[in-house]
């Protein structure tokens, strides 16, 4: 897998969302994605940790160029990431 580009963001873009927050009696679920790294970081969190869970990075040219790097993601986080990220595009 090639490496992802990265960039330096300043902190008022640095965010993280999630979404289809699960839960049951002994463990949780949720799907998420961040800024942190310079990159979309897209997760599905697990816990117990035995029980799954997965992370992959995505630039924000692809995510500009190509959409989003999964899908269903609800559709005010989608525009919140866009937002966020528009300052980006226009560089």
């Known amino acids: 897998m090639p490496d992802v580009k990265k960039i330096p963001l300043p902190d008022e873009m640095k965010k993280d969302w999630t979404w289809n927050h699960r839960s049951w009696e002994t463990g949780y679920q949720y799907f998420g994605v961040h800024t942190f790294g310079g990159c979309l970081t897209w ?3 697990t816990y117990p940790g035995f029980a799954g869970g997965w ?11 190509n ?5 269903d993601i609800p559709v005010e986080i989608l525009d919140d990431i866009r937002r966020t990220l528009l300052p980006l595009r226009n560089k």
């Open 43 to 45: 997760y599905e969190e």
């Open 55 to 65: 992370s992959f990075e995505q630039s924000f040219e692809d995510f500009f160029d």
């Open 67 to 71: 959409g989003p790097g999964i899908k």
